[in-house]
């Protein structure tokens, strides 16, 4: 176990104990952007059940954080999608903080994390309910406390990559940040409501029947619905039937409300999400990201140079 896992397993052991639960087995599952704990334990009840364990990284504020825990009770108070269900602690809090870092837990989404497997039906489904969830944004009056990004600008809240790139890959990212901000400010202006953000095939479940749960609310944000699905195109884009499972999205979707996104705005929003992605991988904490980001830089800079030459 290496001293990072170590801390993590501190932290977690530490913010369990403020849980309305006994806990049986604790798993570090995911290291990535945030650390995710798998926990087994009974309930108050007795009954033994399956949780997980978000430990934020430091930088999100419990402010930050309880903005996003307040649209998932939303969320699975006032529709029928599929999501996380928060666990409050003892004295009712949404979170407990450990070592400076928000620690929320949750029950576990029952399902399977589908990637080469996706096929246009549960897609579809996907669809639909990103549809649903654009729906309740659009209604729900977050509290007046709110705190959440607004997604317009390209780095989305982590600092400029430019200064620490090339001249020549500083040069064409800087050009695609003028060209991008009047799109992404008019978006904004146009219809802007809490969104995902996130939602691709590493967090969203696939149970029997196509019954979509969603996982993973730490970047949703306030922004336009054409954002969020441009995000989830985005993680289908290398799947060698993306063109078919867009096309199922947009169908599901449909079922649902209209269609936020044309082509042209799609293609562009790629860009944008692959710009923020190098900016928040490059200046992220974990070591093993700033890795990734460095390995990745060459394939952001030729999407943000392809974007550039086709006008």
């Known amino acids: 176990m290496t001293t990072r896992h170590r801390l993590f397993r501190r932290i977690a052991s530490e913010a369990l104990s403020h849980f309305p639960i006994e806990v049986t087995r604790l798993r570090l599952l995911h290291d990535g952007y945030?650390?995710?704990?798998?926990?087994?334990?009974r309930d108050q009840g007795g009954a033994v059940r399956r949780f997980a364990l978000r430990v934020s990284r430091p930088e999100l504020?419990?402010?930050?954080?309880?903005?996003?825990?307040?649209?998932?009770?939303?969320?699975?108070?006032?529709?029928?999608?599929?999501?996380?269900?928060?666990?409050?602690?003892?004295?009712?809090?949404p979170m407990v903080e450990v070592e400076g870092r928000c620690c929320v837990l949750s029950t576990w989404v029952a399902g399977a994390q589908r990637h080469k497997s996706l096929s246009p039906a549960m897609i579809e489904a996907v669809g639909a309910v990103s549809a649903r969830m654009h729906q309740h944004g659009q209604q729900w009056q977050p509290p007046t406390d709110f705190d959440r990004p607004v997604f317009d600008t390209v780095w989305l809240g982590s600092p400029s990559p430019l200064?620490?790139?090339?001249?020549?890959?500083?040069?064409?990212?800087?050009?695609?940040?003028?060209?991008?901000?009047?799109?992404?400010?008019?978006?904004?202006?146009?219809?802007?409501?809490?969104?995902?953000?996130?939602?691709?095939?590493?967090?969203?479940?696939?149970?029997?029947?196509?019954?979509?749960?969603?996982?993973?609310?730490?970047?949703?944000?306030?922004?336009?619905?054409?954002?969020?699905?441009?995000?989830?195109?985005?993680?289908?884009?290398?799947?060698?039937?993306?063109?078919a499972l867009w096309d199922a999205f947009r169908r599901g979707y449909e079922r649902v409300a209209p269609w936020p996104l044309d082509d042209p705005t799609r293609d562009a929003l790629l860009v944008w999400r692959?710009?923020?992605?190098?900016?928040?991988?490059?200046?992220?904490?974990?070591?093993r990201l700033r890795a990734l980001g460095a390995k990745l830089l060459p394939t952001y800079t030729q999407q943000v140079r392809d974007w550039l030459a086709c006008g």
Not at 199 to 207: D, G, S, V
Request: glycine share 4%; net charge negative.
């Open 34 to 41: 945030n650390v995710t704990c798998e926990v087994r334990g």
């Open 61 to 93: 504020t419990a402010h930050r954080v309880a903005s996003e825990v307040a649209w998932c009770e939303a969320l699975a108070r006032d529709t029928d999608v599929r999501v996380l269900r928060i666990v409050r602690t003892r004295a009712d809090a």
């Open 163 to 243: 200064p620490a790139l090339a001249d020549d890959i500083a040069l064409s990212f800087a050009e695609a940040e003028q060209r991008l901000l009047p799109l992404l400010r008019r978006l904004v202006a146009e219809r802007c409501h809490i969104v995902h953000a996130d939602l691709h095939q590493w967090n969203y479940r696939i149970a029997k029947g196509h019954d979509v749960g969603v996982i993973d609310f730490d970047d949703c944000a306030l922004a336009s619905p054409t954002q969020d699905v441009a995000i989830s195109f985005y993680y289908l884009r290398r799947h060698p039937g993306h063109r």
């Open 274 to 287: 692959a710009m923020g992605l190098c900016a928040s991988v490059m200046t992220h904490e974990n070591p």
